[in-house]
């Protein structure tokens, strides 16, 4: 990954692992241990979620930029459709909080998505790659003086 790749990784997990450490000291108060699990589960799968969404979103701009765009609708879709899955198959489970879990989803996931945004606006991102190297400046093809 590049540098900037990186950087916009981390702009993005940092946030969201700040507010799923927030949200499990919340749900150990509220729900016990369980709760403070559910939280911490729920965090990871955000940040591994989004992380490889943001990863393969990267190399595809990079690969295939006329994709991009819907290659972006389309990874965005299949993360919010693989979140809901998670809390359906956990529903029912007692190794942890499930409303923890899910409510702890569902704020990570806002705060990942605000927090790429606010990366992305801040960015500064440039529209034309410049050269490497200077090129020779081109002749004057008008007549000589």
Do not use: C
């Not at 450490?21 to 150990?28: C, E, I, P, T």
């Not at 693989?82 to 806002?110: E, R, S, Y």
């Amino acid at each position: 990954m590049r540098s900037d790749d990186v950087r916009s990784l981390l702009q993005a997990a940092v946030p969201t692992a700040a507010a799923g450490a927030v949200a499990a000291v919340v749900s150990a108060v509220v729900a016990g241990g369980k709760g403070a699990v559910g939280a911490v589960v729920a965090t990871l799968v955000v940040i591994l979620f989004m992380g490889l969404g943001l990863y393969v979103l990267q190399r595809t701009a990079r690969s295939l930029p006329h994709l991009f765009q819907a290659m972006g609708l389309m990874l965005y879709a299949a993360q919010i459709l693989l979140l809901f899955i998670f809390v359906a198959a956990f529903k029912n489970t007692t190794l942890f909080h499930p409303k923890a879990f899910a409510i702890t989803l569902v704020v990570t996931t806002l705060v990942w998505i605000g927090a790429q945004t606010r990366a992305h606006m801040k960015a500064k991102i440039l529209y034309v790659e410049p050269d490497s190297v200077k090129a020779d400046k081109p002749e004057n093809s008008g007549p000589k003086s």
